[in-house]
């Protein structure tokens, strides 16, 4: 009896990128380092990286991304290989992806394709899948001119995640109502996130969100700060929605800790669009608490990538408190430098060593945003007390004949 495998074949990609004098195209790093990332999105993707093929080129080609001697070249490596495709490491153009797809007669993946199909992975809430959708149909939409009866081809992410083939059989009209629907919906869970942030101005409970590189860290910290229980692994994007989790500091006071979606070097701009309102939540926050992988092999960059991005979305100066994460893991040399950040703390989200210092270090941060007040409420408003306990710091309560006067320091504009 003949027996069959079957398990799911991984599928085998070559990478392929243009290097204008060796560098990256984005300027930031050389061309390995960017491929090396873009091998991790693979790996999270789900499939292996057999091969990479490197063009030096002034610019990349406008037709086909690489030249016609990479092509033949690249041909052959994908029969060597049999590699199931090729993902290319920069955002290419309909009819550089058309071309491709044409001369090499395989699946033809480029960067941003990738990260909208795992962020389809990843997505598990409603406002999650409505932006993940939203951002892989803006996508899409755009490759509609030009492909005509091959639309199909532009399935290819890694397996068959997301919205599905179905999606890609959609006319301009079907897709364009779609995207619209989905606005709507987004909306809606925009202005559902509006309520609960404007209550929690109302409560004056600071808030400091924690943005940061993919992989940095982030949810790991917050679930050794607010023991949150969000999910942690070390790939790249493991986590997408927002969380939101209490923190008591030393000093009696609450915060709010929000995680947000890690940031990329070349983060599709489908995506920072459809992220947008849960991106926001920085917007709106007392601090950034920057969280910065130091045992990385670039550290520098990846803060670049995170500034870069915190100023495409328009937040404004506020107070930043950088975390140097991952110490446990650090061998060596220099200690890296933040000079856009009002404090510095060096930390291990794993192990817990630097956390308490980085609580104080937030402390001391929210202790400058504050104003000092005495004041002597009626007993029959004693209650307000326990608020200020909980959003500010209460140094003297005395009972006097007229009420409780109280000395404390509270968030500016508290009342």
Known sequence: ??????????????????AENGVSRDGLSNVEESLDELAELVETAGAAVVERLVQNRESMHPGTYIGKGKIEELRALIDAFEADGIVCDDELTPAQMKNLEDQLDTKVMDRTLLILDIFAQHASTREGKIQVELAQLRYRSTRLAGFGRSMSRLGGGIGTRGPGEKKLEMDRR????????????????????????????TNNMPVVAIVGYTNAGKSTLLNRLTDAEVLSKDMLFATL???TRNCKLANGQEVLFTDTVGFIRKLPHHLVDAFRSTLEEARYADIILHVVDAAGENPEVQMHVVYETLRKLEIGEKPIVTALNKQDKVVGGETIKDLKADRVVKLSAATGDGCETLLDAISEVLQEQKVYVEKVFPYSEAGKIQDIRRYGQLLSEEYVAEGIAIKAYMPKGWK
């Not at 009896?1 to 243009?18: C, D, F, G, P, S």
């Not at 779609?178 to 809606?188: F, M, P, V």
């Open 174 to 201: 079907l897709i364009k109502d779609r995207i619209a629907q989905l606005r709507r919906e987004l909306e809606e869970v925009k202005t559902n996130r509006e309520v609960l942030r404007s209550k929690r101005l």
């Open 1 to 18: 009896m003949e027996l069959y495998e079957n398990a799911e074949r991984q599928e085998k990609v070559i990478l392929v990128a243009v």
């Open 241 to 243: 929605d927002p969380t």
